[in-house]
């Protein structure tokens, strides 16, 4: 009859107490209440510690159908076959999540003492190790040649010194073959026999080998441009053909006139590596070599003019004239160098317009005038390239050319008008 009684009792305590059935139904987390929620990370000393089940537990005073607490109590009788539940950790390691009614831990909560600590993303370079960028710093390092310098320029290989080595070397090679060969020949009157092929085949070897050392010398001593390599090798034939022309007033021998243009190419390419060096200019070789070019031309009318005005000019006195006019005009512009200073581009252009103004005066002159049997349009073409040399070079100042201003800071204002010849 007792147990009977009972029944009632235990109906009206599961129905009035939901969170105390559902942890003896085999739950093992007890439910919070919405209006009671636990921060997700609480402080050290309010974390809930686990109940000692050794100890009994006091009986439970509540009433039933009681209100309950935000935290429900285990105070009660422990039910046979259940366990008591245990209220639950939080774990330290696993990422903060919000609360049951949406809201987010503040961000002054405290951590447990047990959380790994955040660490800093890694910087590539801290403030006090970052280099500061100074006028001096900012430029890169000065480049350091570690070769040997000639004439205060670096060495390109271990043999050739400069870019115009080479040529410089196979132009004298070549010359001091040419001229052992052919004053061999025309000693022996380009005789065939055998003694005769083995003085020129002596001759060919012997002078291949003194140019060969002797430019390689050099040129492993002095810094060789190619400005130089390439004007040793035009005035070498300027020579060759003035001391040619001079030694032919004296005598019309065939072996001294060899000798003579071969002695005379020889000097004009070593005078141009002497006193030229081997940074020769390239408005000084043009010079030079645009002064026997018109040595050479005005020669050539002026002989006309006297030949077509009644005066008979024999072919020695041509010969001659025309052998020694290319070095004289080469040797006159020569000494002009120490003087005047012309740019490349002003020679150039005087070149273009008194070639092509005498040019065409000389044929227009002709086809007018009918025919060249005369010597009028000679002498027209000598002052019309003359003229037209003498305008270009004096009254063309590149220095006053718009489009050489705009490449400059300074105004027109601040640029002078200045000539290169005077």
């Known amino acids: 009859m007792r147990i009977w009684l009972c029944i009632p009792t235990v109906l009206t305590l599961v129905l009035t107490s939901p969170g105390e059935a559902r942890a003896q139904a085999g739950?093992?987390?007890?439910?919070?209440?919405?209006?009671?929620?636990?921060?997700?990370?609480?402080?050290?000393?309010?974390?809930?510690?686990?109940?000692?089940?050794?100890?009994?537990?006091?009986?439970?005073d509540s009433p039933p159908g009681g209100p309950t607490s935000a935290q429900p109590s285990f105070e009660?009788?422990?039910?046979?076959?259940?366990?008591?539940?245990?209220?639950?950790?939080?774990?330290?390691?696993?990422?903060?999540?919000?609360?049951?009614?949406?809201?987010?831990?503040?961000?002054?909560?405290?951590?447990?003492?047990?959380?790994?600590?955040?660490?800093?993303?890694?910087?590539v370079m801290q403030e006090s190790t970052r280099p500061v960028l100074t006028p001096t710093s900012a430029l890169p390092p000065p480049h350091v040649d570690s070769g040997i310098l000639l004439d205060g320029q670096p060495?390109?290989?271990?043999?050739?010194?400069?870019?115009?080595?080479?040529?410089f070397i196979a132009h004298h090679t070549t010359l001091g073959a040419l001229g052992g060969f052919f004053t061999q020949a025309f000693a022996n009157d380009f005789s065939f026999d055998k003694s005769s092929r083995e003085a020129m085949l002596a001759g060919t070897l012997i002078g291949a080998g003194l140019g060969f050392g002797a430019s390689a010398w050099w040129q492993f001593n002095n810094w060789v441009d190619r400005p130089m390599a390439n004007f040793s090798m035009h005035n070498s034939v300027v020579g060759g053909m003035f001391m040619a022309g001079f030694m032919d007033l004296f005598?019309?021998?065939?072996?001294?006139?060899?000798?003579?243009?071969?002695?005379?190419?020889?000097?004009?390419?070593?005078?141009?590596?002497?006193?030229?060096?081997?940074?020769?200019?390239?408005?000084?070789?043009?010079?030079?070599?645009?002064?026997?070019?018109?040595?050479?031309?005005?020669?050539?009318?002026?002989?006309?003019?006297?030949?077509?005005?009644?005066?008979?000019?024999?072919?020695?006195?041509?010969?001659?004239?025309?052998?020694?006019?290319?070095?004289?005009?080469?040797?006159?512009?020569?000494?002009?160098?120490?003087?005047?200073?012309?740019?490349?581009?002003?020679?150039?252009?005087?070149?273009?317009?008194?070639?092509?103004?005498?040019?065409?005066?000389?044929?227009?002159?002709?086809?007018?005038?009918?025919?060249?049997?005369?010597?009028?349009?000679?002498?027209?073409?000598?002052?019309?390239?003359?003229?037209?040399?003498?305008?270009?070079?004096?009254?063309?100042?590149?220095?006053?050319d718009p489009s050489s201003l705009k490449s400059t800071s300074r105004s027109a204002k601040d640029r002078p008008y200045r000539s290169v010849w005077w």
């Open 76 to 123: 009660d009788p422990q039910q046979p076959g259940f366990e008591r539940p245990i209220a639950a950790q939080p774990d330290p390691h696993a990422p903060s999540s919000p609360a049951v009614d949406g809201t987010f831990p503040t961000r002054d909560a405290p951590l447990p003492m047990d959380a790994p600590k955040a660490e800093p993303l890694p910087t």
């Open 251 to 400: 005598t019309q021998d065939p072996g001294v006139l060899t000798w003579s243009a071969f002695l005379g190419a020889e000097l004009g390419a070593w005078l141009t590596a002497g006193l030229g060096s081997g940074q020769l200019p390239l408005n000084d070789g043009l010079l030079m070599a645009s002064g026997a070019g018109w040595g050479a031309a005005y020669t050539a009318l002026l002989l006309a003019v006297v030949h077509f005005s009644g005066s008979d000019i024999a072919g020695k006195t041509w010969r001659d004239a025309l052998l020694l006019a290319p070095g004289i005009g080469a040797g006159a512009l020569a000494l002009a160098t120490m003087r005047y200073n012309p740019t490349p581009s002003q020679i150039l252009r005087a070149d273009l317009f008194g070639s092509g103004v005498g040019a065409a005066v000389l044929l227009i002159s002709g086809l007018v005038l009918g025919g060249f049997d005369q010597s009028t349009p000679y002498v027209l073409s000598f002052l019309g390239s003359a003229g037209a040399i003498t305008t270009v070079s004096l009254l063309w100042e590149e220095s006053v």
């Open 155 to 167: 060495r390109i290989g271990p043999f050739l010194s400069g870019p115009g080595s080479f040529r």
């Open 27 to 60: 739950t093992s987390y007890p439910v919070t209440e919405p209006s009671q929620a636990q921060p997700a990370y609480p402080p050290e000393d309010s974390a809930p510690s686990r109940i000692d089940e050794s100890q009994p537990l006091p009986p439970d």
